[in-house]
């Protein structure tokens, strides 16, 4: 019996052995995720994001608007069937003559009453119905409707620039977290190495106490620190996991961007009137006007009388197909014009035509707004890039000055020349310029997405390379 339990431990050892080898084999042969360029990442975002995909949406709505409205151009096919059950057979009274029917004479006259239905009556039909003029209305709703088609493509391209501009900063976002993420692991390695020669000089009596748990206190906090900032740089995976529509846990990885100082345009008028001729945005207030211009038509066509030529077959009967009829001809067909003109409304087709002319005008107010407001925005990007391409070079000069210092204080500190506190400051001082350093280069980057945006177009083709690691 004991042979036998010995030999089930083994089996089922060998399974769990081997369970545990096909398992690492499949998490080796599971491809680990390329890291994703700026260019890749952008035309995901394109190609996913959900503001994008509504945009499409909303275009294939406006082009079965314009499908609709050319479809009032043509004749329109109608039936109708009815079916009437009379209380008493209907009649008419007719005049005639009494006759006498001895002599042949007519004696007088008199009226009498003359069926002209059956109880029960079945109508049918059907008609044709081309409208010949409405006023201009039905070409004016299929130019609007033409327009609505242009107007939802330009929503498209904006909805596309925006996403694009997201899809640009989550990515720098990720890469600004992962720096700074390894500047905080690294902080806390210094700061636990210093807490360890200040653990060992304390038992050589060479500090104080103080020393020593000021060390463990600032190595809590690097700890801390670091912990905080890698849930920073989860977050950040995730916005961008959100931007390009996969899975928000989805292990994401960014390729880097080329150290800034970045090239740009350093004419601001220039792209200031870049912005006005490219942005979407004016392209849209424009489709706009033109379709309150003819939404005035549109009102305008009120004034005028509405004309129909009219085709119809119909049939009137007894039974249920309408072709038993004793009293009428069971079938006929007619041809006709009809017009209708609506003369008076007390003054609404005036007013609806001054709303429109009204709305039109606060649209060019609006869009003379719209323009000052372009040119602000692309102001304001174009400082905000200049400003953190300056950033970056005095960032980089105090870094070097931050670590020149670090290393000096450590060598004082080992000579027992400096204090602990000041090992601590001058590692904070590095760690604050290295944050800086990154957070001057990526906002390089981040002020360049936002110019591209204000202006409404690539700036610069070059988001390869390295941001160096200090």
């Known amino acids: 019996m004991a042979d036998f339990d010995k030999m089930g431990m083994r089996f089922f050892g060998v399974i769990l052995l081997a369970g545990v080898l096909c398992s690492a084999w499949a998490m080796a042969a599971e491809p680990v995720p390329q890291p994703l360029s700026m260019y890749r990442a952008v035309a995901l975002a394109a190609a996913n994001n959900r503001l994008v995909r509504e945009a499409i949406q909303n275009g294939r709505a406006a082009e079965a608007a314009y499908r609709s409205a050319r479809a009032d151009l043509f004749a329109k096919a ?20 009494t006759v006498d029917t001895n002599l042949g004479t007519i004696t007088g006259l008199r009226n009498y009453q003359k069926t002209t239905s059956d109880k029960d009556l079945v109508e049918w039909n059907l008609t044709l119905t081309q409208p010949l003029f409405t006023g201009f209305a039905l070409t004016t709703r299929l130019k609007m409707a033409e327009l609505g088609m242009k107007s ?27 720096k700074l993420l390894t500047v905080a692991v690294e902080t806390e390695k210094s700061i636990a190495a210093h807490a360890r020669n200040a653990e060992n000089f304390y038992d050589q009596g060479l500090i104080p106490y103080n020393d020593q748990l000021q060390a463990n ?79 005035r038509v549109l009102a305008r066509s009120a004034y005028y009388p509405t004309i129909n030529l009219v085709g119809q077959y119909r049939q009137k009967g007894e039974d249920w197909a309408a072709t038993d009829n004793s009293y009428d001809n069971p079938h006929n ?59 970056v070079r005095t960032a980089n000069a105090a870094l070097d000055q931050a670590r020149e210092n670090l290393r000096i204080v450590n060598t004082r500190y080992a000579q027992q020349m400096a204090t602990s506190t000041d ?24 002020a360049l997405a936002e110019l591209e945006r204000a202006v409404g177009q690539p700036l610069t083709a070059d988001l390869s390379g390295t941001v160096q690691q200090p």
């Not at 109608?78 to 003559?97: I, N």
């Not at 493509?153 to 640009?168: F, M, P, S």
């Not at 959100?242 to 100082?261: F, K, M, N, Q, W």
Request: proline share 3%; glycine share 6%; charged share 25%.
């Open 217 to 295: 206190v600032a190595l809590a906090d690097a700890i801390q620190q670091r912990v905080a900032q890698a849930a920073r740089r989860e977050m950040a995976v995730a916005t961008l996991n959100s931007v390009l529509d996969l899975p928000i846990g989805h292990p994401t990885r960014v390729a880097e961007l080329a150290e800034g100082p970045v090239a740009a345009p350093d004419d601001p008028e220039m792209l200031m009137d870049l912005a006005i001729r490219r942005r979407p945005e004016l392209k849209a207030l424009d489709l706009g006007r033109q379709k309150l211009v003819q939404g």
């Open 423 to 446: 090992v601590l400051d001058a590692n904070t001082k590095q760690t604050r310029a290295r944050a800086n350093y990154f957070g001057a280069v990526y906002g390089c980057h981040s």
């Open 78 to 97: 109608s039936a109708g069937y009815s079916y009437t059950r009379f209380k008493e057979q209907p009649y008419m009274w007719v005049e005639g003559y």
């Open 152 to 178: 939802s493509q330009v929503e498209e391209t904006i909805a596309v620039q925006d996403v694009v501009k997201q899809a640009k900063l989550a990515v720098i976002n990720v890469l600004l977290a992962e």
């Open 333 to 391: 067909a007619l041809v006709g014009v009809q017009a209708e003109w609506t003369f008076f409304e007390w003054g609404k087709t005036r007013s609806e035509e001054a709303r429109v002319r009204h709305e039109i005008e606060a649209l060019d107010e609006k869009i003379n707004g719209v323009k000052q407001a372009l040119r602000l925005e692309t102001k304001d990007a174009f400082i905000r890039l200049q400003v953190a391409r300056e950033n």
